[in-house]
């Protein structure tokens, strides 16, 4: 997939740090991840890409703590970066966009476990 397909259907919809016209060097891990799941056709990234953000999706127990331990736990970024895994979060802290993208799709059954584990 191309970088602006990866733009349009994970940092534009979802991310509450991308910057519309910044040079991204780097892509958090959840990004690469739901990168690689779409291009197993595993899920339609235009289709993905009109979703809402609904935080119910990322705030479930069992599914925050599956992405924490795979995505979050290893992903560069959350050590400096990352708001939302910090241990004072700010009550408005939101995920990264690829993580967002990933509760949507385990949320609503598209991706589980096995296929997130594939992808890493």
Not at 69 to 91: G, L, M, Q, W
Not at 99 to 109: G, P
């Given at each position: 997939?191309s970088k ?110 096995t ?6």
């Amino acid at each position: 997939m191309s970088k602006i397909d990866f733009i349009d259907y994970i940092c534009r919809p979802y991310c509450m740090f991308f910057r519309e016209g910044e040079k991204e060097e780097m892509a958090c891990l959840g990004a690469r991840v739901a990168e690689t799941l779409g291009e197993k056709a595993l899920f339609d990234p235009e289709e993905s890409a009109a979703w809402d953000k609904d935080e119910s999706a990322w705030r479930d127990p069992d599914r925050d703590a599956l992405l924490f331990e795979n995505v979050c736990r290893p992903c560069e970024f959350r050590a400096e970066d990352c708001e939302y895994r910090s241990d004072d979060p700010p009550a408005d802290a939101e995920p990264c966009g690829g993580l967002i993208l990933l509760s949507l799709l385990m949320a609503r059954s598209l991706i589980d476990k096995t296929a997130l584990e594939n992808c890493l």
